[in-house]
């Protein structure tokens, strides 16, 4: 299957700050979507991005297909934003990261 | 928005015991799928499915089975819950491969 790579593993923030999270994937693949789990364990999509760049208020994603590589940017960010990131990427099935766990101090 | 909803969020089933895990969808969604979550290890794929009465086995099917009787329903089964599939299982539906997933607010199973 795909390799999916995310980096970093942890992040830890102060309020207010920006930060830059990645997926690196193995192959070409036909979607990538960014997901984020919550304290209690709900998986949340944030972007279904196969390529291309997409913004949501704070949020923005951007995937460069042809270099296997997918970028999630947090600004401004709250503590609300704490959890665990996802990267995803589909072929046949989807296949996960291990995740960036983000801890967000005010 | 699509719901994806399963049935329990924690539960406690004793070693041995017949374990069924529901996952209801309410889009019309071909596909479904069942993962699980462990620490470390990230999200798992157990079985998947694209139609009715259709299943596939994912990555770590092994002391598990799949149900999918009615297009909005996908049940997990554990047919003799052990110690080791103890975590937290995900249900997940989505319209098709073009499209992303939805995913329930899983369900924490402890067997002791």
């Known amino acids: 299957g795909i390799q999916v790579e995310q980096s970093p593993p942890d992040l830890i923030l102060q309020e207010g700050a920006n930060s830059t999270l990645r997926c690196n994937f193995s192959?070409?693949?036909?979607?990538l979507q960014w997901f984020h789990q919550n304290p209690w364990g709900q998986l949340i999509n944030l972007f279904y991005?196969?390529?291309g760049t997409k913004q949501n208020g704070r949020l923005s994603a951007t995937t460069v297909a042809t270099e296997r590589y997918s970028l999630l940017y947090i600004s401004s960010s709250q503590t609300t934003d704490s959890g665990v990131y996802f990267c995803?990427?589909?072929?046949?099935?989807?296949?996960f990261g291990t995740g960036t766990s983000l801890t967000v101090i005010p | 928005d699509v719901k994806v909803t399963q049935s329990s969020r924690y539960l406690v089933k004793r070693t041995g015991e017949k374990v069924f895990l529901e996952c209801v969808q309410d889009?019309?969604?071909?596909?479904m799928f069942w993962y699980r979550q462990d620490p470390g290890l990230g999200l798992r794929l157990i079985y998947f499915?694209?139609?009715?009465?259709?299943?596939e086995k994912g990555d770590i099917p092994e002391g598990y089975s799949v149900s999918r009787e009615k297009k909005e329903r996908f049940s997990l089964i554990l047919e003799s819950a052990s110690t080791n599939q103890t975590s937290m299982y995900l249900c997940?539906?989505?319209?098709?491969?073009?499209?992303?997933?939805?995913f329930g607010s899983g369900t924490r199973l402890t067997v002791v």
């Open positions: 997940a539906s989505s319209a098709g491969t073009a499209y992303g997933y939805t």
């Open positions: 192959d070409s693949v036909n979607n």
């Open positions: 991005i196969p390529s």
């Open positions: 995803a990427v589909y072929d046949v099935q989807f296949y």
């Open positions: 889009m019309d969604h071909e596909n």
């Open positions: 499915s694209y139609d009715v009465k259709m299943k």
